[in-house]
């Protein structure tokens, strides 16, 4: 039986305390939106609902229009994480491989670009895609998400480049791989883990992103599972018991997600920091 020491266990204490108060507004959650309207004013946030009533599911599938506002936030993710994904790939591997004072230069435009708050270009970004027809326009929100995430994804995706041996790519162009097919054939599947791991990353911040669809989608058709999400909680009347049953609902599909591709994101994580 392996043995810890003392500060690893109380390391572990620590950690195991830290991980239940984060949990806690979930439990929360998770038990009223179970709970009928009166157990939400007469018991207490932690006790286990009487009766089970689903139908405050039922009523927060509808109110959210789910199948609706689904599609429209997996289409705006889905595409979206594709083109970063393909895009901070090919650029990582010719910064990296490039080696002269442009690619460098390129890398260090990225990097800034990371260190921009993302709320702070907003109104310069309504007015440039109200320009260019941005407005109610998903392909055109999807192009602003490709934008603004890139630079992150190409710090990522370089720090794993650097750590691919060279000599696999000699011996393709030995083998006579120009460029292109070299990267398309053999280091665009060696950067799954990476991929993997930015794709968890990246789809749980356009998910849940509720300022950029909230400012460019405003037609009732277009709207994403967060902006239908605020509908079900109002300033004067909130029916709490289906607003987190909406929450539930909303995270379930980006949750699934994580826990198919966790062992990915770990390894893909510690890879990329190991250089």
């Given at each position: 039986m392996k043995k810890y020491g003392k500060g690893t266990l109380v390391l572990q204490v620590i950690g195991t305390i830290i991980a239940l108060v984060y949990l806690l507004p979930f439990l929360v959650v998770f038990l009223y939106a179970f709970k009928s309207p009166e157990e939400l004013i007469s018991s207490s946030p932690f006790s286990l609902p009487k009766k089970l009533e689903w139908d405050n599911f039922s009523q927060a599938f509808e109110a959210l229009n789910f199948?609706?506002?689904?599609?429209?936030?997996?289409l705006l993710t889905a595409?979206?994480?594709?083109?970063?994904?393909?895009?901070?790939?090919?650029?990582?591997?010719?910064?990296?491989?490039?080696?002269?004072k442009f690619f460098n230069g390129s890398y260090m435009f990225f990097i800034a670009g990371i260190l921009i708050p993302y709320q702070v270009i907003f109104v310069p970004m309504f007015v440039l895609?109200?320009?260019?027809?941005f407005i109610n326009n998903l392909f055109g929100v999807i192009f602003l998400y490709v934008g603004t995430s890139l630079p992150f994804a190409i710090f990522v995706m370089?720090?794993?480049?650097?750590?691919?041996?060279?000599?696999?790519?000699?011996a393709a162009f030995i083998d006579g791989c120009s460029i292109m097919r070299t990267f398309w054939v053999i280091i665009l599947p060696m950067l799954k883990?990476?991929?993997?791991?930015?794709t968890i990353i990246l789809s749980l911040q356009i998910w849940n992103d509720y300022l950029l669809p909230?400012?460019?989608?405003?037609?009732?058709?277009?709207?994403?599972?967060?902006?239908?999400?605020?509908?079900?909680?109002?300033?004067?009347?909130?029916?709490?018991?289906?607003?987190?049953?909406?929450?539930?609902?909303?995270?379930?599909?980006?949750?699934?997600?994580?826990?198919?591709?966790?062992?990915?994101?770990?390894?893909?994580?510690?890879?990329?920091?190991?250089?």
């Open positions: 199948w609706q506002s689904f599609g429209n936030t997996f595409s979206a994480v594709l083109l970063l994904i393909l895009l901070s790939g090919m650029a990582a591997y010719s910064i990296v491989r490039g080696g002269s895609g109200s320009s260019l027809g370089a720090g794993f480049v650097k750590t691919i041996p060279k000599e696999i790519e000699e883990p990476v991929a993997a791991a930015l909230q400012l460019f989608l405003t037609d009732n058709n277009m709207k994403t599972l967060t902006v239908m999400q605020s509908t079900l909680f109002s300033a004067f009347e909130t029916n709490f018991n289906v607003g987190f049953a909406g929450i539930i609902l909303s995270s379930l599909p980006i949750l699934i997600l994580f826990l198919l591709m966790q062992k990915h994101f770990v390894k893909g994580i510690t890879m990329g920091a190991g250089k």
